[in-house]
């Protein structure tokens, strides 16, 4: 019996002694929101300096995603307070079980700190919620242009702090989808699109801000314009009737170089017929066709990863409107435009 007690004491002691690191949950949230981005802080003690790094593998989580797990490091004196984000997924959820490791070259034994569930808080939001979860949420621009005869899209570009973007959603949208998007859950960014009524005087939705644990509300104005706000979103065909306007500018100033050449007999006053004569040839020359290849995507923006709204059924010829980089702007039916990448033109 006190041999096998000893052997016991013996193994436990031979166990502990080869532990090395030491680690447990530093700062966890007391409760989370349902679609949240959160921090959980490890604070972690090594008793060797023979290491590299410090390995986290995590395990038996429920009700979470997780957002990233390289940790932000801070080192105060021998521990080291590691960071990680995740994100609540569910109605409930519990913390990983985290399992740290040096990187050394000796083969140092493990820790296992032990998830805890959290208290998820479930919003029960307006219908005008856009699924954003967030500390802060801006709008940097937008613009409305018209769609077709009943619709209209709008367009913004918005930014978000400790956000997953990504989940932006609108019910009271006939379309929408992301253009591009930077979704870094520390400063997010992202350009948006919505087809909506034409009757909508004013878009208003909500996200709820995390700092003030309160549903915010954005309004957009819906004031159909031409300006672009950014030359991707440059979405309307040409207004040939400015073009006509400038003509008949030029049209008149050359009349009038031309009288006075009659009258003075002083041909100087050539310069007053032959630039706007240039002028007017260069309004008047005939828009450039194109050839657009079978099975073209034409998409809604100048964007690698854009929304496609059309696909070519055989090779078609197209208006050239205009191109941004290596995208064409064409012209479609109902007096609507497209992009088409520089590759998709063919010959005719």
Request: with cysteine; proline share 3%.
């Amino acid at each position: 019996m006190i041999k096998l007690l000893l052997l016991t004491l013996f193994l436990l002691s031979s166990l502990y002694a080869n532990k090395v690191i030491y680690s447990s949950y530093d700062e966890v949230p007391q409760r989370v929101v349902k679609g949240q981005i959160f921090p959980i802080t490890l604070k972690t003690l090594s008793t060797v300096k023979d290491f590299n790094d410090i390995n986290y593998t995590f395990s038996k989580y429920s009700g979470i995603e997780i957002v990233s797990n390289i940790p932000s490091r801070v080192e105060k004196g021998k521990y080291f307070y590691d960071t990680f984000y995740l994100k609540s997924t569910q109605k409930w959820a519990k913390l990983p079980d985290i399992d740290a490791k040096l990187v050394a070259f000796k083969d140092y034994n493990s820790t296992v700190v032990k998830g805890k569930k959290l208290t998820v808080i479930t919003l029960n939001p307006k219908n005008n919620f856009s699924n954003i979860i967030a500390n802060n949420f801006e709008l940097v621009d937008y613009k409305t242009t018209s769609y077709d005869e009943n619709h209209n899209i709008i367009i913004f570009i918005a930014t978000a702090t400790n956000s997953d973007i990504s989940d932006m959603q609108f019910k009271k949208a006939r379309k929408q989808g992301i253009e591009s998007i930077n979704d870094s859950h520390i400063e997010a960014k992202i350009t948006y699109f919505l087809v909506v009524d034409k009757k909508i005087e004013k878009f208003t939705f909500s996200y709820f801000n995390l700092l003030k644990n309160s549903f915010e509300n954005i309004t957009i104005p819906v004031i159909v314009t031409e300006d672009s706000v950014t030359t991707q979103t440059d979405l309307k065909p040409k207004d040939q009737s400015k073009e006509r306007l400038k003509m008949s500018i030029a049209t008149v100033v050359a009349l009038i170089g031309f009288i006075f050449i009659f009258w003075r007999k002083k041909y100087i006053y050539l310069i007053f017929i032959l630039l706007p004569l240039i002028y007017i040839a260069y309004l008047a020359k005939p828009e450039q066709k194109l050839c657009v290849k079978e099975g073209t995507q034409i998409k809604l923006l100048p964007v690698q990863n854009g929304t496609i709204f059309e696909t070519t059924e055989a090779n078609a010829i197209f208006l050239k409107e205009g191109s941004v980089d290596h995208f064409i702007k064409i012209k479609l039916t109902n007096d609507r435009v497209g992009w088409v990448r520089d590759e998709d033109i063919c010959s005719y």
